[in-house]
């Protein structure tokens, strides 16, 4: 899947950013609703190795939907980490399942 360089959610622009190495430790990537930044590391802050293609597919799923969830009116669900993981792996089964 090709990840874009920015989005809008609701009235706001999202950057999408990549780095080289992750950008928390333990995490894949992280959104700043602040800034409107999307930050996914490429590879791992753990052992260097670079994260497979569906794997930045899921991180960008589900930091977009921390983002929508936000852009909701802050939503109550918008930083529960188990519902929104859950989802995103579902969206992005979903998304890479597609047939046109």
């Known amino acids: 899947m090709q990840i874009p360089t ?3 959610v609701g009235d706001h622009r999202y950057k999408i950013v990549r780095v080289d190495q992750a950008p928390i ?4 990537g992280e959104v ?3 800034a409107k930044t999307i930050t996914l590391g490429q590879r791992s802050w753990l052992n260097g190795k670079a994260f ?4 930045l597919d899921d991180t960008f799923w ?4 921390h983002a929508i969830l936000y852009e909701m009116g802050k939503h109550r669900m ?3 980490e188990e519902f929104v993981g859950q989802f995103a792996t579902l969206l992005t089964k979903a ?3 597609a047939k046109f």
């Open 32 to 34: 700043d609703v602040k």
């Open 6 to 8: 920015s989005l809008k």
């Open 52 to 55: 497979k293609p569906e794997q």
């Open 25 to 28: 430790k333990r995490t894949m």
């Open 62 to 65: 589900h930091e977009l939907t």
């Open 78 to 80: 918008w930083r529960d």
């Open 95 to 97: 998304i890479n399942s």
